[in-house]
């Protein structure tokens, strides 16, 4: 089974890392997205790597990308916030980001299971942004957890097979490729079996899925930072002005605090800044803009609210590695 170490923090899913840590020290664990690959990815882990309290992180962490967990064969316990959830074979556990991953127990056997992880940007230009995702109808299973919906749902059996089968697809096609290596139709293969997937678990989820429920009241302290309302009105405020040069000052003005109060505020709460999330929307429209358009760099940075395109680049470098031309040409090689 393919893992890698961080130096701060526990072994890792291919293209994540810890990237930062919450005001209780619980480590957040990002996607790095790559030139030339969807942020996609999927594992199979079977018994011989199982173990109790063994998942993905070793230990309480959080995540900013959507996480499935499906058995495809065999039972166990996955611990989500404040919760315990019993799987057997054929379930399909949802985590939304933002909640804390508490540990895990596998019941000795024949066990398969699969992890599935994405961010909302796999689904394309209208989901990408930190809260859009929980209008989009192919992630209301997620979305709908705030409500009560059910973590935990059942595949049907007769469906179980082209889950598996969707699933190794994605492990193929979205898997760590050599620069230069990656197969041709690789993006597409593993967003159309991604989105296929989504299809069946909103179709599972939808007799469940409650049409009106009220949200319920969210500890900041229990990792669901999505849920809590001044969290949600930064990223709403965030989605609203990217594109224009605003600052935290403007983002703290428009809603009515201190900038030094809702900064801390919110790194306690979600594990980022007010500018890292306003940086991370701003990389994310950068990346579809190099990807999609001809635009001249100077172009992007001043649709992604940047005045001067020499700090874009500067930005883009620090949180990618490559520069926005070099993922330009890296992606449409």
């Not at 961010?119 to 859009?132: D, F, I």
């Not at 993006?187 to 989105?195: G, H, N, R, S, V």
């Not at 579809?288 to 001067?308: F, I, K, M, N, Q």
């Amino acid at each position: 089974m393919v893992r890698r170490s961080s130096a701060s923090g526990p072994p890792l899913l291919p293209r994540t890392r810890v990237r930062r840590l919450r005001a209780d020290g619980t480590p957040v664990v990002a996607y790095l997205p790559s030139p030339g690959t969807v942020p996609i990815g999927a594992e199979l882990v079977v018994d011989a790597d199982l173990r109790p309290d063994h998942v993905p992180g070793d230990g309480p962490h959080a995540h900013d990308f959507h996480v499935l967990v499906h058995v495809e064969r065999g039972a166990g316990t996955l611990r989500v916030d404040s919760g315990d959830w019993q799987l057997a074979t054929g379930d399909v556990c949802l985590v939304a980001p933002g909640e804390v991953v508490r540990g895990a127990s596998v019941q000795p056997g024949d066990a398969r299971v699969w992890l599935a992880f994405f961010t909302a940007e796999a689904l394309g230009r209208h989901a990408v942004a930190p809260l859009v995702w929980r209008q989009h109808p192919l992630l209301a299973a997620f979305s709908g957890l705030d409500a009560g919906s059910p973590r935990v749902l059942s595949v049907p059996e007769e469906e179980r097979a082209s889950w598996a089968t969707l699933l190794g697809i994605l492990a193929a096609e979205a898997g760590v490729h050599s620069p230069g290596r990656v197969r041709p139709g690789a993006q597409e293969a593993a967003t159309a079996a991604l989105t296929l997937l989504l299809v069946s678990l909103a179709r599972v989820a939808a007799p469940a899925v409650p049409g009106v429920a009220p949200t319920p009241e969210v500890d900041p302290s229990s990792g669901g930072w999505a849920r809590d309302p001044l969290v949600a009105a930064v990223l709403d405020a965030v989605e609203a002005g990217f594109r224009e040069p605003i600052s935290t000052r403007d983002v703290a003005r428009s809603l009515g605090y201190t900038t030094g109060h809702l900064t801390t505020v919110v790194r306690e709460r979600s594990g980022r800044t007010v500018l890292e999330w306003l940086t991370e929307r701003r990389m994310i429209e950068a990346r579809r803009l190099l990807s999609e358009t001809d635009l001249p760099v100077a172009v992007v940075a001043d649709r992604t609210g940047y005045r001067d395109s020499t700090y874009l680049v500067r930005r883009f470098r620090e949180q990618h590695g490559v520069t926005p031309i070099q993922w330009r040409r890296q992606t449409r090689a």
